[in-house]
């Protein structure tokens, strides 16, 4: 490995904005798998095991919509099997009824279910540790009534939504407990996409009533027991930073490229939240040379770096097989070799 990876603490105060470590944290790694190049792959595992991972990911077993696993009946979000023909599209059908809500909610998962924490969880090394589930509570939402239904839902069943809500908030914050009990977690993260290219899927107003409260519940129960909260969410999500800010979101991911200008955003809130800023991986880094992703690595550091941390670098989303291996090799020696750079003491 090229260097060290960050110990927990030169992480904490990062991502607290309490002094920089060596290097500006790496996560890149967490955003690709060498198993996505099929018989390239002991090529791309050799480049990205080169180079310091400074989070450790553990992702929890989250219910499925319809499937329930073997001697948990339960352990599913919707108590039905599945209707619909396989590899229909969650976001084009409605999976729950509204009219079926009080029977969901009445077998509804816990987060009592054994294999919640996987088996396989790497031991404490010292890293940073962050426990991950994917789908937060509006990607949650849509995956369970239909994209269309899901933005007609907050002004034609806003009561529905609020229960649906609590029950997920309910489920999330026992999960967190067991993460930090468990596997001795520093941070959680999940996703909530609430974004497109252009701004956000709804309103400042429909934020603040249906997603803001539960947001702040579950960020103020993360910090009680001594954690960190991220969020990742693509698109244009630059009305609701502020807010973000306010209830105390710690780590924000990916700032994303063509949706937001990095620049306004690193002038307005840096210092004030901890960018886990992303590279772009819709045109940059698979079809840029390797010199124009080492320029667009220069840059983004240039743009978010602060000597007191609140920086951290990643993809901007999971990287796909079309990544040529010297454009990934040259990310992520930027990253590393440039990082140290900006660091380096005068």
């Avoid at 992702?59 to 039905?80: C, H, M």
């Avoid at 990607?139 to 899901?150: D, T």
């Avoid at 630059?238 to 306004?264: A, C, N, R, W």
């Avoid at 955003?265 to 939240?273: E, S, T, V």
Wanted: hydrophobic share 40%; charged share 25%.
């Amino acid at each position: 490995m090229l260097d060290r990876k960050l110990t927990r603490e030169e992480m904490i105060h990062v991502i607290e904005g309490k002094g920089g470590a060596h290097r500006i944290p790496l996560a890149i790694q967490d955003w690709i798998s060498a198993d996505a190049f099929g018989d390239r792959r002991s090529q791309y595992k050799e480049v990205l095991d080169q180079y310091p991972r400074d989070i450790t990911k553990i992702t929890f077993r989250i219910p499925d919509v319809f499937q329930a696993p073997e001697g948990y009946p339960s352990y599913r979000w919707l108590n039905k099997d599945n209707p619909f023909p396989p590899n229909t599209p969650l976001d084009a059908v409605t999976a729950l009824d509204w009219e079926d809500l009080d029977a969901v909610l009445a077998d509804f998962p816990t987060a009592d279910y054994p294999d919640l924490i996987p088996k396989d969880a790497p031991a404490d090394d010292g890293t940073y540790r962050v426990g991950l589930w994917w789908y937060w509570l509006f990607e949650r939402l849509w995956s369970l009534r239909g994209m269309e239904n899901a933005l007609c839902d907050f002004y034609e069943y806003p009561d529905e939504v609020h229960r649906l809500f609590r029950a997920l908030t309910d489920f999330y914050k026992a999960t967190i407990r067991r993460g930090k009990e468990e596997l001795g977690l520093d941070g959680i993260w999940t996703s909530d996409d609430i974004g497109t290219q252009s701004g956000p899927f709804f309103s400042l107003e429909i934020f603040r009533e249906f997603f803001k409260p539960y947001y702040k519940e579950i960020i103020d129960y993360t910090h009680e027991l001594g954690m960190h909260f991220w969020l990742h969410t693509c698109g244009n999500v630059e009305i609701m930073i502020p807010d973000f800010i306010e209830i105390g979101l710690d780590v924000l991911h990916p700032i994303q490229k063509y949706t937001m200008s990095e620049v306004e955003i690193a002038r307005k809130f840096g210092g004030q939240i901890c960018f886990w800023a992303g590279f772009d991986v819709q045109q940059i880094i698979p079809y840029g040379t390797p010199e124009e992703v080492r320029e667009e690595v220069r840059f983004m550091i240039d743009t978010y770096y602060r000597p007191e941390g609140r920086l951290i670098l990643a993809a901007g989303n999971n990287m796909t097989a079309d990544t040529p291996l010297e454009s990934l090799r040259a990310l992520l020696d930027e990253s590393l070799n440039y990082g140290l750079k900006k660091c380096a003491k005068p």
